[in-house]
């Protein structure tokens, strides 16, 4: 099939980004040419706008209109299109701190934090991931320009919170105290500390751990007699933090750590 826009597919796909930019919905295809086309006629341009690959499936029923340049391909970030899949939500995990320029690898998933329920989608090798959770905890964001839209991305201490909330492994706890050890500079400690406190008492007790074991000052965090887990196998026990952590980060214990 040719790539090649006919004078009429090209009308019709400049009329939909004047009226409504670069991501559009079937509904609004519908509704801005029903009175000239029928509804059949319709989706069959669509589909073939899809081949053609000046329609971009972003999800169902939603589509990024190509430009000349990128016919194919996405000309959007990655920060756009996950607030474009779900407007109440947030870029946060590992492609805030790669905004905010603490994380330099190749995401495979983008995840943001959702006041919806939204599976995971697939757009052209790229999973978007949405962690649903309630007003209470939808805050520490911050609104910024990229690709001339609004995107809304989590602040650096809001996104190592939501790594300690809601998505705990060794590894992203791991890359936690890496990101406090290697840009404690760059952080608000006042600011992340404050976001710990409206969190969990667990997120404040793995927070509390992280940093001792970087050397930073723990002040303003609260301590109870409960005692928590950092992950369901964890089985050594910090007597300070009432905390059950994983073995593996007694590597970064020095010998005058109590635990």
């Known amino acids: 099939m040719s790539t090649i826009l006919n004078q009429k597919e090209a009308e019709l796909l400049n009329s939909l980004v004047i009226k409504y930019g670069d991501i559009v919905s079937i509904d609004q295809v519908y509704t801005e040419f029903d009175q000239y086309y029928s509804k059949v006629w319709l989706k069959k341009f669509v589909s073939k706008m899809l081949q053609k690959g000046w329609l971009i499936r972003l999800k169902r029923g939603q589509y990024l209109i190509s430009n000349l340049d990128t016919r194919g391909y996405l000309s959007l970030s990655q920060y756009?299109?996950?607030n474009a899949l779900v407007k109440e939500s947030y870029v946060s995990f590992g492609l805030a701190l790669q905004y905010?320029?603490?994380f330099d690898q190749l995401l495979?998933?983008?995840t943001s934090v959702s006041l919806k329920r939204q599976q995971t989608v697939l757009v052209q090798n790229t999973k978007y991931k949405?962690?649903?959770t309630t007003g209470k905890f939808f805050y520490g964001w911050s609104a910024q320009r990229l690709d001339d839209r609004e995107i809304r991305v989590a602040s650096v201490e809001k996104a190592l919170i939501d790594m300690l909330l809601f998505y705990?492994?060794?590894h992203s706890i791991?890359?936690?105290l890496e990101k406090l050890s290697n840009y404690h500079q760059q952080i608000d400690f006042n600011l992340l500390i404050k976001y710990a406190t409206l969190s969990t008492i667990t997120v404040q007790k793995i927070l509390?751990?992280?940093l001792d074991i970087a050397g930073l000052d723990t002040q303003g965090l609260q301590v109870n007699d409960s005692v928590v887990r950092m992950t369901a196998k964890s089985d050594v026990f910090n007597a300070r933090w009432g905390l059950y952590y994983d073995a593996y980060f007694n590597q970064y214990?020095?010998?005058n750590y109590e635990y």
Request: zero cysteines; glycine letters at 12%; charged letters at 10%.
């Open 100 to 102: 905010h320029g603490m």
């Open 253 to 255: 214990l020095g010998k």
């Open 208 to 210: 509390g751990f992280l």
């Open 108 to 110: 495979a998933t983008a």
């Open 130 to 132: 949405y962690i649903y």
């Open 168 to 170: 705990r492994t060794t």
């Open 174 to 176: 791991d890359l936690v």
């Open 80 to 82: 756009a299109i996950a």
